[in-house]
Nanobody, 131 residues
């Protein structure tokens, strides 16, 4: 089992920056370095969408077209923490942001940004961007 807890959400003005964190903990026999992670978001009345993903060693990242050049995903294996640095925020980025995890061996490259491919989820953190 993997337990995920997001933090760092809040309210910012358009053009501002925010960094989200996701603390990951697993059972004593769970190897977190074998898991892939992703950030997803969901706005009221809209479906959950993939934002960014990262592989086990951080060498491969994926971004939705809407956030390319503005968001950066990273992970710190020593701290078992996932990050999402968000710059140049705009009103369209307003949503609840979730981190998710899936054992990499079960995650195909074509499914990395699809929420149904992930097994473990955090509770979400609200990000609000005002004009």
């Amino acid at each position: 089992q993997v337990h995920l807890v997001e933090s760092g959400g809040g309210s910012v003005q358009s053009g501002g920056s925010l960094r989200l964190s996701c603390a990951a903990t697993g059972h004593a026999h769970t190897r977190l370095d074998s898991y892939c992670f992703g950030w997803f978001r969901q706005a009221p009345g809209k479906e959950r969408e993939g934002v960014s993903t990262i592989n086990s060693n951080g060498s491969i990242t994926t971004y939705a077209d809407s956030v390319k050049g503005r968001f950066t995903i990273s992970r710190d294996s020593a701290k078992n923490t996932l990050y999402l640095q968000m710059n140049s925020l705009k009103a369209a980025d307003t949503a609840v942001y979730y981190c998710a995890a899936q054992k990499c061996q079960y995650l195909d490259a074509s499914h990395r940004l699809r929420f149904i491919a992930y097994t473990y989820w955090g509770q979400g953190t609200q990000v609000t961007v005002s004009s």
